[in-house]
């Protein structure tokens, strides 16, 4: 488990989860991920995830045709605000799904790459 910025390497996707201050917002009443484009067509999106216990997290994306991008990034976080922004540099353009999932909840969002 961790509370300090980890990096995420699975060969195809890397990320970076870097921890939020307790003062960034008052603590959720359950865990959830807020997912988001930096910018049209930007070759990195954003979310911020929030834990209210400590939990596992699991983050992969599918191509346009379901079929899973690399492998899933898994770690154990501690309670507390994670900022994650992917290098999706070594994917090619096209549309994917980005899907979060912190213990039995799961988000998803649907981006297009433009590289």
Request: aromatic share 8%; charged share 20%.
């Amino acid at each position: 488990m961790t509370s300090r910025a980890v990096h995420l390497d699975n060969g195809m996707l890397r990320a970076e989860l870097v921890p939020l201050s307790r003062s960034t917002r008052s603590t959720p009443d359950s865990s959830h991920a807020d997912m988001f484009t930096t910018l049209p067509g930007a070759p990195t999106t954003r979310a911020v995830l929030w834990l209210v216990k400590d939990d596992s997290v699991s983050i992969y994306y599918l191509d346009v045709n379901d079929r899973m991008v690399g492998k899933p990034l898994r770690i154990l976080l501690k309670k507390g605000g994670y900022s994650y922004e992917p290098d999706l540099s070594g994917f090619t353009s096209g549309v994917y799904s980005n899907t979060i999932i912190i213990g039995d909840k799961t988000w998803t969002k649907k981006i297009v790459l433009i590289q």
